[in-house]
């Protein structure tokens, strides 16, 4: 059996640009999987994947002419069965043979062997290993029914009669073994070894490949194609940044925008243009996101930062005089910032306050009234949680800001470009002559608006960007639409996770409960249902930020109510952890809070001096007298680690307790008693986390 390197092209019609990368990915690497699970390859083979807008291909290393054939044993049936009493083959025997194409020249070599408590009759045989051309058509129609497929097309083969259905028409397929071509067919196409190139640039039109190894060098060299997307979109960013240098300036970064424009050509040549300085007076965000979105450009930006009026275009051709593509570009682009700077100055002859009664004529749920119905209730929320956080100068920015925050939906840009609704109103409301506090807050009340993204700069944009998530998620709770699976359409996740990195991050002293209530969520089982939703979306961000499991679920299992100190409570815990009483500590949390759970009666953490009997219980109680006040001081300063630390001196006690002391005595008066004692002592231990989450 020979190895020799396997290249597989589908050649075919412009690919959708924004899937290439992922279909590329996925034909190489399912075809790969296939050829491994059949034996043709092994994991030191190496399959490495080619994308362009006109081609899906893969690149294996040492691929098999023939996969080995494999020895195999398959169970015939019960001796009882396949032998009569003589012990000669039975009718049934022979028919399963048969059936397997095998006659009664194998009756000797058949093995007796216990099949549970039965003993059955085996057939060892020899499966011969599929061949390259059997094992790569598998490959193909599981590479091609396996891959994501964004929309899937129906067109008609060349006959005029038979139709396939695939991403887009596919016009040739080429299967290299080292120099030979691999027989299969696949979409209506026999493999073969000739490819094609550039549309416009290609040397030769026609690109006979002369072996698997030599695909890239030739498309490059006579199709003037860079077959691998990942070439392709390194020599793309090598241009921008070249090209960008000698302008003195610097190409956006966007990585999304870099993978598409990578989908969009096969031959990259990045050009500079420019446009009218005028439109630099539109704010740059507006500038930036049509040349992006639009027309798939690169703005340059100066040191600062700042919006310039040149641009870069990544082109598919490379013509001597680039004069003709460079004008076309830009004459294509000024419409588009016309549209923009027609949008700004018209946006701007009527203030954010005008047009704060058209809300009430858009509908935000069917069931949750007009956006206007909405801005009036994050206002509430976000007065009360301003009063609470910096009293009534505060609460009156706060309830101003919110009230503000949704009158840029009903602009033009924002219509045209929703993506940049509340960067549009903070511009417009600066021009208002509203303070930067209440610009600001206006932009910053969807912050943050993914993993990572700045939380508001200011203390009115928290107040509102709480507000605005918080009446979210009551208002959809309370109508029943949570996220269900992967599904989550009104990003409630995301507006959860908001809410628990601005109260943590910026240590608010504001409790859940509280701001429940100022959300007017006054249905329990909602708020249940919401509060058990956030302290999920909780543990699930400590858990990323390397919190141990344990760590987290001590804490969290406690539902602390204000977030902001729960980092402090996690570092107390990992402190405690490290005490060498830790460990027996725990256990004995976990131990007590059992015995509790199981107590008849209703247990008071209260304790009757004069019942102590046994010395182990009066050294508890005395104990914990002592230690106690120190632990519960220390909580109530927020220095839970001292809290924690000090609880360290009560494991003797607490051991010699359970090695000494019935909890469950047949006196009643006694055993309530005890009990009391214990419940003072699992208050004392459970007031920063519950330690018994530690114990293993």
Not at 252 to 256: G, H
Not at 630 to 642: P, R, S, V
């Given at each position: 059996?020979?190895?020799?390197?396997?290249?597989?092209?589908?050649?075919?019609?412009?690919?959708?640009?924004?899937?290439?990368?992922?279909?590329?990915?996925?034909?190489?690497?399912?075809?790969?999987?296939?050829?491994?699970?059949?034996?043709?390859?092994?994991?030191?083979?190496?399959?490495?994947?080619?994308?362009?807008?006109?081609?899906?291909?893969?690149?294996?290393?040492?691929?098999?002419?023939?996969?080995?054939?494999?020895?195999?044993?398959?169970k015939l049936m019960p001796v009882a069965v396949a032998q009569d009493t003589a012990g000669n083959p039975t009718p049934a025997l022979l028919k399963k043979l048969a059936a397997l194409g095998a006659d009664v020249s194998v009756l000797p070599t058949l093995k007796r062997q216990m099949d549970g408590k039965t003993e059955a009759l085996f057939l060892d045989s020899i499966v011969a290993g599929a061949t390259l051309a059997e094992g790569l058509q598998t490959a193909l129609e599981a590479a091609l029914s396996g891959l994501p497929i964004p929309k899937v097309m129906s067109y008609q083969l060349a006959d005029g009669w038979s139709c396939v259905n695939f991403v887009r028409p596919a016009h040739r397929l080429v299967a290299l073994h080292g120099t030979e071509v691999v027989p299969v067919s696949v979409l209506g196409l026999t493999a073969g070894r000739e490819t094609q190139g550039h549309r416009f640039e290609a040397t030769h039109p026609v690109v006979t490949l002369k072996d698997a190894d030599s695909y890239a060098a030739q498309l490059e060299t006579e199709g003037a194609v860079i077959a691998s997307f990942?070439?392709?979109?390194?020599?793309?960013?090598?241009?921008?940044?070249?090209?960008?240098a000698q302008e003195g300036l610097q190409p956006?970064?966007?990585?999304?925008l870099l993978d598409e424009v990578t989908a969009l050509v096969e031959r990259p040549n990045v050009l500079t243009c420019q446009f009218e300085k005028e439109f630099l007076d539109v704010p740059q965000e507006c500038l930036i996101l049509t040349m992006k979105a639009n027309q798939k450009y690169f703005p340059l930006l100066d040191a600062a930062g700042k919006l310039t009026n040149k641009f870069l275009v990544v082109s598919n051709i490379s013509p001597a005089d680039p004069s003709a593509v460079i004008g076309g570009?830009?004459?294509?682009?000024?419409?588009?910032?016309?549209?923009?700077?027609?949008?700004?100055?018209?946006?701007?002859?009527?203030?954010?306050?005008?047009?704060?009664?058209?809300?009430?004529?858009?509908?935000?749920?069917?069931?949750?009234?007009?956006?206007?119905?909405?801005a009036q209730r994050v206002a509430a929320i976000a007065s009360a949680i301003g009063m609470a956080l910096?009293?009534?100068?505060?609460?009156?920015?706060?309830?101003?800001?919110?009230?503000?925050?949704?009158?840029?939906?009903?602009?033009?840009?924002?219509?045209?470009?929703?993506?940049?609704?509340?960067?549009m109103g903070r511009y417009y409301a600066l021009h208002d002559g509203l303070s930067v506090e209440i610009a600001d807050a206006i932009e910053d009340h969807y912050k943050p608006r993914f993993a990572g993204d700045d939380l508001p700069r200011n203390p009115v944009g928290i107040c509102v960007a709480l507000a605005d998530k918080l009446e979210t998620l009551a208002g959809m709770f309370g109508i029943g639409q949570l996220p269900t699976g992967d599904k989550d359409p009104f990003a409630l996740r995301r507006h959860a996770l908001g809410i628990i990195r601005m109260l943590s991050e910026r240590d608010l002293p504001l409790d859940l409960s509280w701001l429940f209530r100022a959300a007017q969520l006054t249905d329990k089982k909602v708020g249940a249902q919401l509060a058990?939703?956030?302290?999920?979306?909780?543990?699930?961000?400590?858990?990323?930020?390397?919190?141990?499991?344990?760590?987290?679920?001590?804490?969290?299992?406690?539902?602390?109510?204000?977030?902001?100190?729960?980092?402090?409570?996690?570092?107390?815990?990992?402190?405690?952890?490290?005490?060498?009483?830790?460990?027996?500590?725990?256990?004995?949390?976990?131990?007590?809070?059992?015995?509790?759970?199981?107590?008849?009666?209703?247990?008071?953490?209260?304790?009757?001096?004069?019942?102590?009997?046994?010395?182990?219980?009066v050294a508890l109680h005395?104990?914990?007298?002592?230690?106690?006040?120190?632990?519960?001081?220390?909580?109530?300063?927020?220095?839970?680690?001292?809290?924690?630390?000090?609880?360290?001196?009560?494991?003797?006690?607490?051991?010699?307790?359970?090695?000494?002391?019935?909890?469950?005595?047949?006196?009643a008066a006694l055993r309530n008693n005890r009990l009391g004692l214990l419940a003072i002592l699992h208050q004392a231990m459970n007031q920063v986390a519950d330690l018994s989450k530690l114990s293993s």
């Open positions: 059996m020979n190895t020799k390197n396997l290249l597989v092209e589908l050649f075919v019609e412009e690919l959708p640009p924004k899937a290439l990368k992922k279909l590329g990915e996925s034909f190489a690497a399912l075809l790969a999987a296939s050829l491994k699970s059949q034996g043709l390859i092994d994991d030191q083979s190496v399959a490495t994947p080619f994308a362009s807008p006109r081609r899906l291909a893969v690149h294996v290393t040492a691929v098999l002419d023939k996969a080995a054939d494999k020895p195999t044993q398959q990942a070439a392709r979109r390194t020599e793309i960013e090598r241009q921008l940044k070249a090209a960008a956006i970064e966007d990585e999304a570009n830009e004459r294509v682009v000024r419409p588009r910032l016309a549209d923009a700077k027609f949008f700004f100055d018209q946006d701007r002859k009527k203030s954010l306050a005008d047009r704060i009664p058209g809300l009430a004529k858009v509908v935000y749920h069917n069931k949750l009234g007009t956006q206007g119905e909405r910096g009293g009534e100068a505060l609460a009156r920015q706060a309830d101003q800001a919110a009230l503000l925050s949704k009158a840029d939906l009903l602009t033009d840009m924002v219509g045209e470009f929703p993506e940049l609704q509340g960067i058990a939703f956030i302290y999920e979306r909780l543990a699930g961000s400590l858990r990323e930020q390397g919190y141990s499991a344990l760590e987290v679920d001590a804490v969290v299992s406690l539902r602390p109510q204000t977030l902001g100190d729960i980092p402090k409570r996690l570092a107390a815990v990992r402190a405690f952890a490290a005490l060498p009483e830790a460990a027996s500590l725990a256990a004995a949390n976990k131990r007590v809070g059992n015995i509790l759970k199981k107590s008849a009666v209703t247990v008071v953490a209260q304790v009757d001096a004069a019942l102590l009997k046994e010395p182990a219980e005395a104990a914990l007298a002592a230690i106690k006040p120190g632990a519960d001081a220390a909580f109530a300063a927020g220095d839970y680690a001292a809290s924690l630390q000090a609880l360290a001196a009560l494991k003797a006690p607490v051991d010699a307790f359970f090695d000494q002391v019935m909890v469950n005595a047949d006196d």
